[in-house]
């Protein structure tokens, strides 16, 4: 009911930047949080950083003071800027929309994903 492509991935050196795109289509209207998450192989998938429909954002630590999450309605896109890119970074980039009330993730959807590599 809802689709996510996510695009903006690719290989940068440490130090360098990305900016990250999720496009939602579909049955939009009752998604309230969109958000980014990571998974290296082996790993299980981690968040990275939400934000809300009242643009209230939560970061991982790990990427606190580096990465950016940001919203553009009127292109029903969601953006992740990455600055500072270390190589523990590196991993497949997923978008995530859901509908979240009181904490409680009612249903969720999951793009493809986008591989970020940083080289040292």
């Known amino acids: 009911q809802v689709q996510l492509v996510e695009s903006g991935g690719g290989l940068v050196q440490a130090g360098g930047s990305l900016r990250l795109s999720c496009v939602a289509s579909?049955?939009?209207?009752?998604?309230?949080?969109m958000g980014w998450y990571r998974q290296t192989p082996g790993s299980q998938r981690e968040l990275v950083a939400t934000?809300?429909?009242?643009?209230?954002?939560n970061y991982a630590d790990s990427v606190k003071g580096r990465f950016t999450i940001s919203r553009d309605n009127a292109k029903n896109t969601v953006y992740l800027q990455m600055n500072s890119l270390k190589p523990e970074d590196t991993a497949v980039y997923f978008c995530?929309?859901?509908?979240?009330?009181?904490?409680?993730?009612?249903?969720?959807?999951w793009g493809q994903g986008t591989q970020v590599t940083v080289s040292s």
């Open positions: 995530n929309a859901g509908r979240v009330i009181w904490s409680r993730t009612v249903y969720d959807y």
């Open positions: 579909g049955s939009i209207d009752s998604i309230n949080v």
């Open positions: 934000i809300t429909r009242g643009d209230s954002t």
